[in-house]
């Protein structure tokens, strides 16, 4: 003891840096588990509610042929989004690999597009849940009124607002969800599913259904769209109804068999996603055709929310499983993809590309504290803003998300390209991986989103809410765009470190 | 010695700071600084991979640990850690576990909205499930030179020998003053009865505790046995004096398992109405303790 008392402050204090374990406990998910946690990405129910509409809106009877072909862009950029992963892991994804391969501007833009999709997403999930809570709430009183109280927009914003703050509250509290609740989460979202399509199927054979439509191969002919605009805007929806299944590949560590689990779990992954997708698509058509009227598909007043809809005449007294079911995954999703983009803002205000505050831990919960916080605020923001522009916002922001998502994973496929130009020829795999699956998905991506935002400028693209003789889905996209474009200048005015790339350099 | 402090870079943890220096001054003890951190579940689904926010803890959490090895003085040997688990405390018990830590200690007060003195999550956690003593630091605590004081507060229950065993030999290893508390309630029938039987049966266990040698006679002079009474436990509380440098230690209560913590109900209300550190010792603690630390040369916390 005496000798410690002596020895020089120096000494006796001292941090273990070496010591502290570091990351996951290795092999704790199997195939099982990976498949688990990315069907819970994907959310298939939520997506499905949310997208389906939209979707025949653009490519009616097609819309099984445009979910095939959206997987295409999003399994080629994936690829190139494991590479970047593998070789720079970071919290800041899209930001940071963008900084690195392109520079500052084109990084912070990056970021901000995902940002923006996370912010836009958020306020969806909110609302569908809201839908969907009140949907329950009057199958469970036996009262359709209290469905209708979704309808009312004093209400509606409420609700919506409580939501988001709820789940930014257990966000920032770093509550996870467990294991065990995602399992059930994931099995009871795809059981729900598949007694929807089953029963919907049952309603067509038995002469029931509201419009039964006899399926036809030409439903799986992506090429019988009628027109490229409507081709790009149905694919970039599907990129929405798979986005987080990247999520899959980029699984390592945590993986009980890194070197073959990931890459399996992403295949099995797709698989059930895709027959899932398949199935209710099918089983939707089949049941509803794509008529503008009543129960149909292409009704615009079903195309914010579908099941919300069809639930009721398919599933009948059962209906209410469905809302449970999309509550909840919608619920679990709203409460964890509050960690996009908190965990990309805090690594912008870390690499000083946003003010000091952002990159702010909380001691007590170690979650970005004010990221998060201002993830969900934007997301109320965005939601106020939305609802009360558009005659049907949910339609809306889901248009303008899948846009976003086109806008931000372009950017991360074309830096994949870029930053690894100089290895991309060292062999076949280095070619496939790094330089042709992503340039050609961040090209088809960012082609989509060109195509898109051109189009939604018509006042009639998508629900057909429009301000100044401009779409609304353009005035939403484009002006969040702008917004990042506004807020980078005065970040470039405030902080100019990042943006001389003294901060994130470019290139290995 | 050693000591596992909790640290978080907050109020709270600049409390447990202040308090581990304290008790570290009165032995000699050196500090094990630990911040934890949570282990990213991979089953909390989200649309970007996790990598990489780790590393952002960890640099933080190593941030953190500086400001606050800052804050000790130089007489007292400290080294920082950062430690991560599936909950904080259980990443605190294991690092007591790693550095055979002698005593674990935490701010106990959360900023509690509606109660001045609300014991956090952490706390109550720790306190369900340490296996070694748990000093609590009440909020605001900044007194930093050693102890003055052990108090002991005693129940009526079995238990009662090891805990004052414990506290006699703190009281002998810091060289202060021991003092025998018991807190009673009046509705516990005739006040002075009870208090004159809560007097006896303190100072009949107090008698068994100190050393019998004439060595240990001088500790033992200074043992003091007070019965304080109230209408509720906090107002005993209340009514009884404390000194700046003091700390009260409380046995766990019986429904604890064998060799840790259990905060009874009665020991829950003492701490928010408490203004000194209290340390929780688990039950049968200082015994079992005795029996293995042979083969230890530190000396430890029990050990005469």
């Known amino acids: 003891m005496s000798t410690e008392h002596a020895t020089a402050k120096a000494a006796t204090h001292t941090q273990d840096h070496g010591l502290s374990e570091k990351g996951l406990k290795a092999g704790s998910v199997g195939l099982i588990g990976a498949v688990v946690i990315g069907v819970s990405c994907i959310a298939p129910a939520y997506t499905l509610t949310a997208a389906l509409g939209p979707t025949v809106s653009e490519v009616g009877v097609h819309l099984p042929a445009i979910f095939l072909v959206g997987f295409i862009p999003m399994l080629l950029v994936a690829f190139g989004y494991r590479e970047l992963n593998n070789a720079m892991p970071d919290a800041g994804t899209s930001f940071t690999w963008a900084s690195r391969a392109f520079g500052p501007w084109l990084g912070w833009m990056g970021g901000w597009g995902l940002i923006a999709a996370t912010i836009i997403v958020l306020s969806n999930l909110a609302a569908v849940a809201v839908d969907f809570f009140y949907l329950m709430l009057a199958q469970l009183f036996g009262n359709p009124d209290l469905a209708d109280l979704t309808t009312n927009l004093p209400l509606n914003i409420a609700t919506t607002l409580v939501f988001i703050a709820l789940a930014c509250w257990i966000s920032y509290r770093g509550m996870e969800t467990t294991k065990t609740v995602q399992y059930v989460l994931v099995a009871f979202q795809l059981l729900v599913l598949g007694w929807f399509a089953v029963a919907a199927f049952s309603h067509v054979a038995n002469g029931t259904a509201f419009d039964a439509t006899a399926i036809a191969p030409d439903w799986f002919n992506p090429f019988a769209v009628e027109s490229f605009s409507a081709f790009a805007a149905g694919v970039s929806l599907s990129i929405f109804i798979y986005w987080g299944w990247d999520v899959t590949l980029t699984m390592n560590e945590e993986t009980k068999n890194p070197e073959k689990t990931p890459g399996r779990a992403a295949t099995v992954t797709v698989l059930v996603i895709v027959i899932i997708y398949m199935t209710v698509a099918l089983a939707t058509l089949a049941f509803a055709g794509i008529g503008t009227e009543g129960l149909g598909a292409g009704n615009p007043d079903n195309q914010g929310s579908i099941f919300a809809v069809l639930a009721g005449p398919v599933m009948g007294p059962f209906a209410i499983l469905m809302s449970l079911a999309i509550l909840s995954s919608s619920a679990a999703s709203l409460q964890s993809t509050f960690v996009s983009p908190a965990r990309t803002l805090l690594s912008m205000g870390h690499y000083k590309a946003l003010p000091h505050k952002f990159g702010k831990i909380s001691p007590s919960y170690k979650s970005p504290s004010y990221a998060t916080i201002a993830s969900a605020v934007a997301a109320a923001v965005f939601y106020v803003v939305t609802r009360t522009l558009s005659e049907n916002a949910l339609w809306d922001t889901i248009t303008a998300l899948g846009m976003m998502i086109c806008f931000y994973y372009g950017i991360t496929a074309l830096a994949c390209v870029w930053f690894f130009r100089a290895e991309a020829f060292r062999g076949a795999r280095s070619f496939f991986f790094k330089f042709l699956a992503p340039l050609l998905g961040g090209v088809i991506l960012l082609v989509m989103f060109v195509k898109t935002a051109y189009d939604s400028m018509d006042p009639e693209y998508g629900s057909g809410s429009s301000i100044g003789g401009l779409g609304l889905v353009f005035i939403l996209g484009m002006g969040v765009i702008l917004l990042g474009v506004v807020l980078m200048l005065v970040m470039a005015k405030l902080r100019p470190e990042f943006f001389k790339g003294q901060v994130l350099t470019r290139g290995n | ?304």
């Open chain 2, 1 to 304: 010695m050693r000591y596992v402090v909790g640290y978080s870079a907050n109020a709270r943890g600049r409390d447990a700071v202040n308090l581990a220096v304290s008790l570290a001054r009165g032995r000699g003890a050196s500090l094990d600084l630990v911040v934890a951190i949570p282990d990213a579940g991979p089953f909390n689904a989200a649309h970007a991979p996790a990598a990489g926010y780790d590393n952002y803890l960890h640099q933080q959490a190593a941030e953190w640990l500086d400001e606050a090895l800052a804050l000790i003085p130089a007489d007292v040997p400290a080294k920082a850690h950062v430690r991560s688990g599936e909950s904080d405390a259980q990443t605190l018990i294991e690092a007591c576990e790693e550095f055979q830590a002698d005593m674990l200690i935490i701010g106990a007060t959360s900023n509690g909205l509606f109660k001045r003195f609300t014991v956090g999550s952490v706390a109550s956690a720790l306190l369900h499930a340490a296996t070694v003593p748990v000093a609590l630091a009440p909020h605001g605590y900044h007194r930093r030179e050693a102890l003055t004081r052990v108090s002991c507060g005693l129940g009526n229950r079995a238990g009662a020998e090891e805990l004052l065993d414990f506290a006699v030999s703190m009281a002998v290893n810091r060289e202060v003053p021991l003092r025998v508390v018991s807190l009673l309630t009046l509705d516990a029938g005739d006040s002075d009865v009870a208090a004159d039987a809560a007097r006896d049966y303190a100072q009949k266990h107090l008698a068994a505790a100190l050393p019998a040698d004439a060595s240990g006679a001088a500790p033992a002079a200074k043992a003091d046995v007070v019965v304080a009474q109230g209408r509720s436990v906090e107002e005993a509380v209340d009514r009884l004096d404390w000194e700046d440098g003091e700390v009260l230690l409380i046995g766990s209560s019986r429904l604890a398992r064998s060799r840790s913590i259990f905060l009874g109900s009665t020991a829950n209300r003492i701490l928010r109405a408490l203004p000194v550190p209290m340390i929780v010792v688990p039950s049968d603690y200082e015994l079992k303790h005795l029996t293995h630390s042979t083969s230890n040369d530190t000396s430890r916390e029990a050990q005469a």
